[in-house]
């Protein structure tokens, strides 16, 4: 029988793309809410694996781009989508054949049940990123080499763009430009593939992956030490959010955050570097986690998820940090997503050797 991705799926599908999303990708509520809605509308959504395509059926990766401060604000409506399949149609002679999400991680993940619902289509059990990334050249595809020939975007206007950069480093700066200009939030389709180029190019189970995540927790006596087990993670600290600097700018949120121990971590403090997701974790001045490896802030009571935008002075937070797909470990992962691809003066160390 095949999976489907139906109303109860949507809420642990949310909180694990939540985790999975390092504090960035989005908000996961609005996704969550606009998926109900066109399940509802539209019905249960395939959930298929590649190797149920046909090898020539053309893959749809979608995702917001922006800033997660003014998408919160500024919602993607149920017409986006459709523009850009159509647009798609009209560039290759024939439609997709199923939706894919560019990123799993935050409401990047939830959102493509919406969309591929809205478009009667399945959705493929996969992404390019297996958590969220801030640039657009920061994806699977990339990495493994194809090229960055074709970007569609639109936003909530009606506008439609479409991009023909000469590689992934110009796809980010022209989209990014784009996207400022549609008021640092569009809808955007890069990478579209046929089944066959996807296969060693896409990070393949990451929505199954999500959904597990998130139905972890559930009724969970324990739910922060049931997550850390569930993600295989490292506990970097536990406290309160003590400071906060943060600011929307070139398309992007960034800042720092502060978080004080409390309880057995009295005494220490950790501080997070943050360009939409958490990028890097540095405690009395050794970095203890730093991306492509996970690094994502959890209520320390519930272990729910908290987005960058959604931090607040006061909160009782954990930070937790796990490894990354191997992919990101290869030398080009590490050139496009490592810690100097952010402009950080480190090389790269996995987490389970330096937290």
């Avoid at 493509?112 to 994806?139: H, I, N, S, T, Y």
């Avoid at 049931?226 to 070139?250: N, Q």
Wanted: glycine residues 12%; contains cysteine; negative net charge.
């Amino acid at each position: 029988m095949q999976a489907r991705i139906t109303l109860e799926d949507v809420a642990a599908l949310a909180r694990g793309c939540a985790v999975l999303g390092t504090g960035g990708g989005g908000d996961v509520r609005p996704g969550a809410i606009a998926a109900r809605r066109a399940i509802r509308e539209h019905g249960e959504v395939p959930l298929v694996t590649l190797d149920e395509l046909p090898d020539d059926a053309l893959v749809l990766p979608l995702s917001g781009i922006g800033a997660p401060t003014v998408s919160n604000e500024m919602v993607h409506g149920t017409d986006e989508p459709v523009r850009i399949a159509e647009e798609i149609e009209r560039i290759f002679g024939r439609p997709p054949a199923a939706v894919m999400s560019s990123e799993i991680g935050g409401g990047n993940g939830v959102a493509p049940v919406a969309w591929a619902a809205r478009l009667g289509l399945p959705l493929l059990d996969a992404d390019a990123m297996g958590r969220a990334f801030p640039e657009v050249q920061m994806v699977s595809m990339y990495v493994a080499g194809i090229p960055a020939n074709l970007v569609v975007m639109t936003d909530v206007v009606g506008n439609v763009v479409t991009i023909r950069p000469i590689d992934g480093l110009w796809s980010e700066q022209i989209a990014r430009a784009v996207c400022v200009a549609a008021g640092s939030s569009a809808l955007m389709a890069d990478y579209v593939l046929t089944a066959r180029e996807c296969a060693g190019a896409v990070i393949e189970g990451t929505v199954s992956r999500a959904i597990a995540v998130g139905r972890a927790t559930e009724g969970a006596a324990d739910p922060l030490a049931t997550l850390t087990a569930e993600l295989g993670a490292v506990r970097l600290i536990s406290g309160k959010l003590a400071d906060l600097e943060r600011r929307t700018t070139g398309g992007f949120a960034r800042g720092t955050a502060t978080i004080e121990g409390t309880g057995d971590d009295r005494g220490r403090t950790l501080t997070l570097e943050i360009q939409n997701e958490n990028l890097v974790a540095v405690e009395d001045g050794r970095v203890r986690a730093m991306v492509p490896d996970l690094i994502t802030v959890v209520d320390s009571q519930t272990a729910t998820a908290i987005q960058t935008e959604g931090l607040r002075y006061g909160q009782r937070v954990t930070v937790l940090a796990w490894p990354c797909d191997p992919l990101w470990r290869t030398p080009k992962g590490l050139e496009t997503a490592g810690p100097r691809a952010f402009g950080y003066d480190m090389d790269y160390l996995p987490v389970e050797k330096i937290a």
